[in-house]
């Protein structure tokens, strides 16, 4: 398991009910989530143009076993103690937000991850992407 960062990271909160990493109460359970640009060469103008793309579908066992080295085990382990929120690391390479910080870090407190129902990473955003002041 890789070790847990030490730089500033935010809380994500998540409501993509159709990922493999989604556990209810808006919890995510991966150990890490990359936040990436929908289009390589495009950088992100809002947030439909964000995704992230460790989005995994549900789609049965063989799919769910797949995504089990991402999974955030110690916090798993403690998610259901009162008042433990359980949040992966996030890795985000749109630096048109004004929440990037190079090194690829988010010093946002808190994150939004959207696309109820999504059926591949493209349906997800994230919402709480705002335009870095040029
Ligand atoms: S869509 Fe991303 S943030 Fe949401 S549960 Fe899946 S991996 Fe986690
Ligand atoms: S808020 Fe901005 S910097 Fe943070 S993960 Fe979302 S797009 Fe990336």
């Known amino acids: 398991m890789t070790p847990r960062t030490q730089h500033a990271n935010p809380i994500v909160k998540c409501i993509v009910n159709t990922c493999n990493h989604y556990l ?25 143009q964000t995704m992230c793309k460790t989005f995994a579908q549900k789609s049965g066992i063989a799919n769910y076993l797949g995504t089990l ?5 110690d916090g798993l382990v403690s998610a ?5 929120q ?20 988010c010093i946002a407190e808190s994150i939004e ?16 992407f705002a335009k870095r002041n040029e």
């Open 69 to 73: 080295d991402n999974k955030n085990w």
């Open 113 to 128: 991850v959207t696309g109820h129902d999504s059926r591949e990473c493209q349906d997800t955003n994230c919402q709480t």
């Open 24 to 48: 209810p109460g808006d919890k995510c359970v991966a150990e890490n989530i990359d936040i990436l640009n929908e289009e390589v060469n495009h950088m992100s103008q809002n947030a439909e």
């Open 80 to 84: 259901f103690k009162p008042g433990t």
């Open 86 to 105: 359980i949040t992966p690391t996030v890795t985000c390479i749109v630096d048109t937000c004004k929440y990037w910080e190079q090194g690829d870090v």
